[in-house]
């Protein structure tokens, strides 16, 4: 069992930046790769980024790349997402999510536990 709450979330200008936390709860937080979804209204979930349980490999979607940066400190039980040069079309409710594996997947299928979600709002 794993129990994941995102926090950090809020309200910037085009440009600014913003990092968001995952606190998870478990024992095996360690063997699961994390992932970051963002959901904006009226539309699907999809991928943002994931970070494998060793935080060695990351992937990230075409749309963040350059500017987001996920990354997971196990020990304190974290995974973050950074967030630069925010765009308004960035705008979401921003999901945390854990695969019960090694290895690092980008569909929401793929993932067995989620969290409530945080919203960044960015402003033009």
């Known amino acids: 069992q794993v129990q994941l709450v995102e926090s950090g979330g809020g309200l910037v200008q085009a440009g600014g930046s913003l990092r968001l936390s995952c606190a998870a709860s478990?024992?095996?937080?360690?063997?699961?790769?994390m992932g970051w979804f963002r959901q904006a209204p009226g539309k699907d979930r999809e991928f943002v980024a994931a970070v494998s349980w060793s935080n060695g490999i990351t992937y990230y979607a075409d749309s963040v790349k350059g500017r987001f940066t996920i990354s997971r400190d196990n020990a304190k039980n974290l995974v973050y997402l950074q967030m630069n040069s925010l765009k308004p079309e960035d705008t979401a409710v921003y999901y945390c999510?854990?695969?019960?594996?090694?290895?690092?997947?980008?569909?929401?299928?793929?993932?067995?536990?989620w969290g409530q979600g945080t919203q960044v709002t960015v402003s033009s």
């Open positions: 999510a854990a695969r019960g594996s090694y290895t690092m997947a980008t569909t929401t299928a793929n993932y067995d536990y």
């Open positions: 478990g024992r095996t937080f360690s063997s699961y790769a």
